[in-house]
């Protein structure tokens, strides 16, 4: 999968064209490696929260999680959060058995299912809380939904969400023809301010390390980035690979993996 960007007009935001069946078919295989391997991802979902603190409760009364995934973020919030109902969106619906076993002791919270392409599919109404943790850098028009968030969310609903940006996997763009673009943090911001008030933001950058590039490979295989882990190696390219990540970036750590988020918390204007 290649993720390309279209110019929508001169001087507008971009468009990106993804595979949403790839990228399905790539989280679906890391049904069960996921949370082993999203180091960073779970990072990211604590930091997320913790922005989420000092909010009154009412904030957690209506709350749709976008790209659930298998619910790390989903059983944090519900464990710290008194939320009251709890809509579960992911591109895939396999997912949802999953989420449901974390969620077993909490008993009194309305759980409703809202799979599918979240860019596609209505949104509930009367929401206090759209909430996400990794997932918005896999929507293909960033920009239209947010705008389309701030046309429908009610005046004062909260929008939290975190997000890969520039520099994520920098390694893997180097060394092969693989494109990865994310919107920079200070775009998002932009988007943001259109329709909402911004009430926090945060930018990360951090590496991972490994003794092999054979076991970032696998690492990378195992949270679902269906980009990188798809790419068609012959033996030649691999070998080129391997012997270009030994040569450009390792070092006494072992290989770096390069990873770029940030966190936003906005309420609607």
Known sequence: MR??????????????????????RCFRRSLSTYDEAAIVQNRMAVHLLQMLENLPDSVFR????????TGVLTEMLCREKPVASLFLNDLVPDFEGVVLSRLEKNSTIELNSCFG???????????????SGATFQWLSDLPSFLSRLGSELGTGTYLAFSLFGPG??????????????????????AMLKQDFILEGHDHFQ???????????????RKTGVGGVSEYRWSKESLRRFIDGYLQEFGEERGLPVSYVSSCFVARRR
């Open 62 to 69: 209506s709350v749709l999680e976008v790209g659930c995934c």
């Open 117 to 131: 392409d979240i860019e596609k599919i209505d949104l509930p109404a009367e929401l206090s809380l759209v909430l």
């Open 3 to 24: 993720l390309l960007v279209r110019p929508k007009a001169e001087g507008a935001w971009m468009v990106l064209s993804l595979d949403k069946d790839n990228i399905a």
């Open 168 to 189: 994520t996997l920098k390694e893997f763009s180097q060394l092969t023809s693989v494109e990865l673009n994310y919107y920079p943090h200070s775009q998002i911001i």
């Open 206 to 220: 951090e590496q991972i390390f490994f003794p092999s590039v054979r076991e970032i490979m696998g690492h990378i």
